[in-house]
């Protein structure tokens, strides 16, 4: 029996829902998570807050987004090849220094009033430079570490946190930015950054098997690996799909809750903490929930996304529009959840790295064109119709998703 017809028989019960939960270094790897991403997410909201009062328009806030994450929808699959040939947790500590310098450059500028939208884009596109090595690096770790029957509950345990820490970071970000200069939250996340190297210090961790041939010729075998499977090349595009339509749309909150709220700051806490609650909900219910295969998930998570977007379209007011972004979020994770770890099953260890740089460049390509191509639709039609689009594009997708549902797994693997 092949590797990946070993994984995609492997099912996954009950008692193995926090199974991961049982590895230490597993354990130390998520409260670094949860500290850095919280950091992460407190700056992209002072960022977004920022460039907002500036400029007042949808399409700098989308611009800003798409230039932060354009570097790592073309270069991740690069970053991931680099995962199959060095040593990841060094690779980590590289990426957590860069980080730390990239934050300090922001604070610096931003509390000696040096900071304007031209420097907020170099220094975006710099954060985006470094993403392309960290995020293929942070998803291989986790293959790393955890077995691969605990997999599964790996990556979901992960999704949680990840959506844990956008309610903790946007919500301590709030908070600084009301009490004191914005750029203080830079610095604040450059502090996040030193508890992730000196967890990574302590670990214990199997040394892991490298390929040894040329990089060109290592990312070309990648690509080839995912063209020739259709079912993981076909679950690698609906992702894209759901990043692009569904999850651009935390992109323009600011300008949502400044034009149409009136109210940058509390409306904005509110609009993000509702997708991140939302987002917490669906990790919890894809892993506690095993009446529903994949497929269903999938498919649900498209049409929640495409009725929460249109509803929130409707600007019903700040209530509502929570109740609507709470369903966004929920829909977004229970897609994006499943399918990464649905791929991840059936890939191969060597060729874990490039495919999970695969996957991580369809992230980045739809939020990147996601966000430019929203921000400048809601300057030339309007918040409302803007959204609207979105949701009938994702009623679409789900359209297609059932359509195709074959290629999408009937069973957990």
Not at 18 to 37: C, D, E, P, T
Not at 93 to 101: E, P, R
Not at 396 to 409: E, G
């Amino acid at each position: 029996m092949t590797e990946e017809m070993a994984g995609a028989t492997a099912r996954v019960v009950p008692s193995e829902r926090f199974s991961a939960w049982k590895s230490r270094n597993f354990r130390l790897y998520i409260y670094g998570q949860m500290v850095s991403f919280s950091g992460t997410r407190m700056q992209t909201v002072a960022l977004g807050y920022l460039i907002s009062q500036m400029t007042h328009s949808g399409a700098w806030l989308g611009l800003i987004a798409g230039v932060a994450t354009f570097p790592g929808a073309i270069f991740t699959p690069i970053g991931g090849v680099l995962m199959d040939r060095f040593d990841t947790r060094k690779v980590l500590y590289l990426t957590q220094v860069a980080g730390i310098i990239q934050a300090l450059t922001l604070g610096a500028l931003a509390l000696l009033h040096l900071l304007n939208r031209w420097e907020m884009l170099v220094l975006a596109f710099i954060s985006g430079i470094v993403t392309v090595v960290d995020a293929p690096a942070r998803r291989t770790f986790i293959m790393e570490i955890v077995e691969k029957r605990d997999l599964y509950s790996a990556n979901t345990v992960n999704t949680a946190i990840v959506h844990l820490s956008q309610l903790i970071g946007p919500t301590v970000g709030g908070i600084l930015i009301v009490l004191m200069d914005p750029g203080w939250t830079f610095i604040v996340n450059a502090a996040t950054f030193v508890p992730v190297i000196g967890i990574l210090f302590v670990m214990q961790l199997k040394r892991q098997a490298k390929v040894q041939v040329g990089i060109w010729e290592t990312l070309r075998e990648g690509i080839a690996y995912v063209y020739s499977r259709k079912q993981i090349r076909y679950l690698i595009i609906l992702y894209g799909a759901a990043t692009g339509l569904g999850y651009s749309v935390v992109s323009i909150l600011p300008g949502v809750a400044d034009t149409v709220f009136h109210s940058p700051r509390k409306a904005l806490a509110c609009l993000i903490a509702s997708v991140a609650v939302g987002a917490v909900t669906g990790a919890l219910l894809v892993m506690v929930v095993h009446e529903f295969s994949p497929r269903k998930f999938v498919i649900a998570g498209f049409l929640s996304m495409s009725v929460a977007l249109s509803t929130f379209s409707l600007g019903l007011g700040l209530p509502a529009s929570m109740v609507s972004l709470f369903f966004g979020g929920l829909g977004f994770t229970l897609v994006g959840a499943v399918l990464q770890t649905t791929i991840q099953h059936l890939v191969g260890d060597l060729m874990r790295g490039r495919v999970t740089g695969l996957i991580t460049a369809a992230l980045f390509s739809g939020i990147s064109f996601g966000s430019i191509v929203l921000g400048k639709s809601v300057d030339w039609f309007g918040v409302s119709h803007a959204l609207m689009l979105n949701g009938a594009a994702l009623f679409l997708v789900a359209s297609f998703a059932v359509w195709f549902r074959r290629d999408i797994p009937s069973q957990r693997v």
